[in-house]
């Protein structure tokens, strides 16, 4: 039964269908978690004993680092499904991931440069988490780079998904070299807001946070894949069929 | 029919060729070498000439100038064999092309890394590491060497069907060599004070065993996709 | 029996549909002539069959094993030789031809210097690097590589485009020797190919 499931999604008219009724049902819930979680994050949180108000800045930047590695592994993992099972809409949902996980990556960093510069006093240490999400930044750049610099669609999907593999498996041992190095040298660490030290008013926030990003992350690779499906099957007689559909659908929501 | 040949066999087979081709290029194989000595004096120049200063960047200076030359005979690595059909008639031959990729990543590592940590006890000492310590530094260098060599050739395999790879297939490599001279230089650092490293030593064993395990595996499957 | 077959194999570069459902089945001492304008796509299928490049669809049969995902029984048995030759200029005939071969089979100098000395090197021309000999006795190098490898499976594109009449008439010899000890070739070129009538098929490819 989910074989079929698995099987039918593989086909490009299907999965456009299918990606275009999901899309619905993960942006409002995400729009609508975004903002109890913003407006309870922002306002209604109380300070904290030692950071005051700027510590509230977690709750954009703890989310987008989530998301940014998150968004690498569902890169790496639809990337081994395109280059085991062959299916070009695996390939094309990875490619979508690329561009999006990398702007989590730049708004984890730019917030958490944010967050250091009252806390600090420096807008940039080298902090774990930060260094890493740089070295993320820096993977997922030279996957772009790599994205574009192969002209033909087969080799680039499948070049780019044997990258993404090779860096996921990389991504753990590179994040814990980090720490490795982090506690050697005792640089300071801002990031360490343990979850399980956090009071259930901090913490809860913080997690709808965490599930809107997600909710989120999924909708929007899911509208690029179905760019992305469109533009590699331009030549397919399905498309007009679809496109017409989708118009006359777009009137009825969450169909 | 006779019998396929054997692995040992195609391994000699793969490295006496290569060998005898860096040869016969002249000195071109020294290049990196070159490019590594020139780099470490870069750091004095750029940095403090005392010694006593000198040792506290002398491991990474090593680590780093040796990952840029390592590099830079990467591009060299496949990319002649890939305009020839090389390549080709390898991934046709029937012989498992992650085993003769290996092959060519050892005498790599043979023709780069090698001459590097043999040098690299005189720019230890350039560079103002006390003299007793500089034997310890050959054993991170060597297992970090290799491990370079093994991630390095995932990259210029990924890079090998594009004319201009040569800086993306930096950009692609460096990140991933990042836990390698992380443990490198920290067991480095130790062994120019005189300290145990053996910490540093395990996770660097553990690195080099993962890459050496696993990079041909991807080599192999890059290598077959770009020579299409 | 049919050696070698394919049952409509598809494949797309890019958005081009260059291989378009082409079937055929070659029998021992059977040669098969590809034919067809440039683009047609005559060096992509045999590419394809030996395993070079994956089909989009269809079926390759080696023995009447499956080969179409994993072709290495089908690549043990075939000798490809493709547009580039896989020399290296520094080295010497013998010394490449060593390597090529190697990779499938213990060669014997003794073999190596036959095999050259059939396609007309003699000697001194052995031992020199590659890059020194003409285009057409480089060609020659590598109809010594394919005989060498002695494989029942010849896939050759464009054998003889370098060489001269003599080139030309040892090549047809060296094809009816193959033929006749059982082997099979499939061969892209617009050339005449000297294989008796009965022993030869065509296949046209569109462009």
Same mark, same amino acid.
């Not at chain 1, 980090?178 to 005792?186: A, D, G, R």
């Not at chain 1, 030290?197 to 997600?214: E, K, V």
């Given at each position: 039964?989910?074989?079929?499931?698995?099987?039918?999604?593989?086909?490009?008219?299907?999965?456009?269908?299918?990606?275009?009724?999901?899309?619905?049902?993960?942006?409002?819930?995400?729009?609508?978690?975004?903002?109890?979680?913003?407006?309870?994050?922002?306002?209604?949180?109380?300070?904290?004993?030692?950071?005051?108000?700027?510590?509230?800045?977690?709750?954009?930047?703890?989310?987008?680092? %989530?998301?940014?590695?998150?968004?690498?592994?569902?890169?790496?993992?639809?990337?081994?499904?395109?280059?085991?099972?062959?299916?070009?809409?695996?390939?094309?949902?990875?490619?979508?991931?690329?561009?999006?996980?990398?702007?989590?990556?730049?708004?984890?960093?730019?917030?958490?440069?944010?967050?250091?510069?009252?806390?600090?006093?420096? %807008?940039?240490?080298?902090?774990?988490?930060?260094?890493?999400?740089?070295? &993320?930044?820096?993977?997922?750049?030279?996957?772009?780079?790599?994205?574009?610099?192969?002209?033909?669609?087969?080799?680039?999907?499948?070049?780019?998904?044997?990258?993404?593999?090779?860096?996921?498996?990389?991504?753990?041992?590179?994040?814990?070299?980090?720490? %490795?190095?982090?506690?050697?040298?005792?640089?300071?660490?801002?990031?360490?807001?343990?979850?399980?030290?956090?009071?259930?008013?901090?913490?809860?926030?913080?997690?709808?946070?965490?599930?809107?990003?997600?909710?989120?992350?999924?909708?929007?690779?899911?509208?690029?894949?179905?760019?992305?499906?469109?533009?590699?099957?331009?030549?397919?007689?399905?498309?007009?069929?679809? +496109?017409? /559909?989708?118009?006359?659908?777009?009137?009825?929501?969450?169909? | 029919?006779?019998?396929?040949?054997?692995?040992?066999?195609?391994?000699?087979?793969?490295?006496?060729?290569?060998?005898?081709?860096?040869?016969?290029?002249?000195?071109?194989?020294?290049?990196?070498?070159?490019?590594?000595?020139?780099?470490?004096?870069?750091?004095?120049?750029?940095?403090?000439?005392?010694?006593?200063?000198?040792?506290?960047?002398?491991?990474?200076?090593? %680590?780093?100038?040796?990952?840029?030359?390592?590099?830079?005979? =990467?591009?060299?690595?496949?990319?002649?064999?890939?305009?020839?059909?090389?390549?080709?008639?390898?991934?046709?031959?029937?012989?498992?092309?992650?085993?003769?990729?290996?092959?060519?990543?050892?005498?790599?590592?043979?023709?780069?890394?090698?001459?590097?940590? =043999?040098?690299?006890?005189?720019?230890?000492? /350039?560079?103002?590491?006390?003299?007793?310590?500089?034997?310890?530094?050959?054993?991170?260098?060597?297992?970090?060497?290799?491990?370079?060599?093994? +991630?390095?050739?995932?990259?210029?395999?990924?890079?090998?069907? =594009?004319?201009?790879?040569?800086?993306?297939?930096?950009?692609?490599?460096?990140?991933?060599?990042?836990?390698?001279?992380?443990?490198?230089?920290?067991?480095? #650092?130790?062994? +120019?004070?005189?300290?145990?490293?053996?910490?540093?030593?395990?996770?660097?064993?553990?690195?080099?065993?993962?890459?050496? #395990?696993?990079?041909?595996?991807?080599?192999?499957?890059?290598?077959?996709?770009?020579?299409? | 029996?049919?050696?070698?077959? /394919?049952?409509?194999?598809?494949?797309?570069?890019?958005?081009?549909?260059?291989?378009?459902?082409?079937? &055929? @089945?070659?029998?021992?001492?059977?040669?098969?002539?590809?034919?067809?304008?440039?683009?047609?796509?005559?060096?992509?299928?045999?590419?394809?069959?030996?395993?070079?490049?994956?089909?989009?669809?269809?079926?390759?049969?080696?023995?009447?094993?499956?080969?179409?995902?994993?072709?290495?029984?089908?690549?043990?048995?075939?000798?490809?030789?493709?547009?580039?030759?896989?020399?290296?200029?520094?080295?010497?005939?013998?010394?490449?031809?060593?390597?090529?071969?190697?990779?499938?089979?213990?060669? @014997?100098?003794?073999?190596?210097?036959?095999?050259?000395?059939?396609?007309?090197?003699?000697?001194?021309?052995?031992?020199?690097?590659?890059?020194?000999?003409?285009?057409?006795?480089?060609?020659?190098?590598?109809?010594?590589?394919?005989?060498?490898?002695?494989?029942?499976?010849?896939?050759?594109?464009?054998?003889?485009?370098?060489?001269?009449?003599?080139?030309?008439?040892?090549?047809?010899?060296?094809?009816?020797?193959?033929?006749?000890?059982?082997?099979?070739?499939?061969?892209?070129?617009?050339?005449?190919?000297?294989?008796?009538?009965?022993?030869?098929?065509?296949?046209? =490819?569109?462009?």
């Amino acid at each position: 039964m989910t074989w079929l499931w698995f099987n039918k999604l593989a086909s490009p008219p299907h999965f456009y269908r299918i990606a275009g009724r999901w899309i619905p049902w993960l942006a409002w819930p995400a729009a609508l978690l975004g903002i109890i979680g913003v407006v309870w994050g922002l306002a209604v949180a109380p300070g904290d004993y030692q950071q005051g108000e700027g510590y509230r800045i977690i709750y954009v930047h703890a989310p987008s680092a %989530w998301l940014s590695t998150f968004t690498y592994t569902a890169m790496a993992v639809t990337a081994a499904i395109g280059l085991i099972w062959r299916m070009n809409v695996a390939h094309a949902v990875s490619a979508s991931c690329a561009t999006l996980g990398a702007s989590f990556t730049f708004v984890a960093l730019a917030t958490g440069s944010l967050w250091g510069k009252p806390m600090w006093g420096t %807008w940039w240490e080298w902090d774990p988490r930060l260094t890493s999400e740089l070295l &993320l930044l820096f993977l997922y750049l030279g996957y772009l780079g790599l994205r574009g610099a192969i002209e033909e669609q087969s080799r680039s999907d499948r070049v780019c998904a044997l990258l993404a593999i090779v860096g996921v498996v990389n991504v753990p041992i590179i994040y814990y070299s980090v720490e %490795w190095w982090n506690s050697l040298h005792q640089a300071p660490s801002v990031m360490k807001f343990g979850k399980s030290s956090m009071p259930a008013s901090m913490l809860t926030p913080l997690l709808i946070m965490f599930a809107s990003g997600t909710l989120f992350a999924a909708a929007l690779v899911l509208v690029r894949a179905r760019g992305e499906v469109l533009r590699r099957e331009r030549a397919g007689n399905w498309i007009a069929a679809a +496109i017409g /559909a989708n118009a006359t659908a777009s009137g009825r929501e969450g169909e | 029919m006779t019998s396929p040949p054997s692995l040992g066999s195609l391994a000699r087979l793969q490295m006496a060729r290569d060998l005898r081709l860096a040869l016969r290029r002249g000195g071109e194989w020294l290049q990196p070498l070159l490019f590594f000595l020139v780099i470490t004096t870069l750091f004095p120049l750029t940095f403090d000439p005392q010694l006593s200063r000198l040792r506290d960047v002398a491991p990474a200076a090593l %680590w780093v100038s040796a990952l840029l030359s390592s590099l830079l005979a =990467l591009e060299l690595l496949f990319r002649d064999d890939a305009q020839d059909g090389t390549l080709e008639q390898m991934a046709v031959s029937g012989a498992p092309l992650a085993w003769l990729l290996l092959a060519k990543t050892a005498v790599h590592w043979l023709l780069t890394g090698v001459p590097l940590v =043999l040098v690299a006890p005189v720019v230890a000492g /350039a560079l103002g590491a006390p003299y007793a310590t500089i034997p310890a530094l050959l054993a991170p260098l060597v297992l970090g060497s290799i491990t370079l060599s093994l +991630i390095g050739a995932i990259g210029a395999a990924l890079t090998l069907g =594009l004319r201009r790879g040569g800086v993306l297939l930096g950009l692609l490599t460096l990140p991933l060599t990042v836990p390698v001279m992380i443990f490198g230089a920290r067991a480095s #650092a130790l062994a +120019i004070a005189g300290q145990p490293f053996v910490g540093p030593m395990y996770l660097l064993g553990a690195v080099a065993a993962l890459a050496l #395990a696993l990079a041909p595996i991807a080599v192999a499957a890059a290598v077959r996709i770009n020579v299409e | 029996m049919n050696l070698l077959e /394919a049952r409509q194999v598809h494949l797309w570069r890019g958005e081009i549909h260059v291989l378009r459902g082409v079937s &055929l @089945s070659v029998a021992a001492g059977q040669c098969l002539q590809l034919t067809g304008p440039n683009g047609a796509g005559k060096s992509t299928l045999l590419r394809v069959l030996c395993g070079l490049l994956p089909a989009a669809d269809g079926q390759i049969l080696w023995r009447d094993a499956d080969c179409t995902r994993d072709a290495s029984p089908l690549q043990r048995e075939c000798a490809y030789l493709g547009h580039l030759s896989g020399h290296k200029g520094e080295l010497s005939a013998l010394e490449n031809l060593a390597y090529l071969c190697g990779l499938r089979r213990r060669c @014997s100098e003794a073999e190596l210097d036959a095999a050259l000395q059939a396609v007309g090197l003699h000697g001194g021309a052995q031992r020199r690097p590659l890059r020194q000999l003409s285009a057409g006795q480089q060609r020659r190098v590598a109809l010594a590589r394919v005989i060498l490898q002695q494989t029942p499976l010849w896939l050759l594109d464009e054998p003889i485009a370098n060489l001269d009449v003599q080139g030309q008439e040892l090549f047809n010899g060296l094809l009816a020797g193959h033929l006749a000890s059982g082997g099979l070739a499939l061969i892209a070129t617009h050339q005449p190919l000297a294989v008796a009538e009965a022993s030869l098929l065509r296949l046209e =490819l569109a462009a």
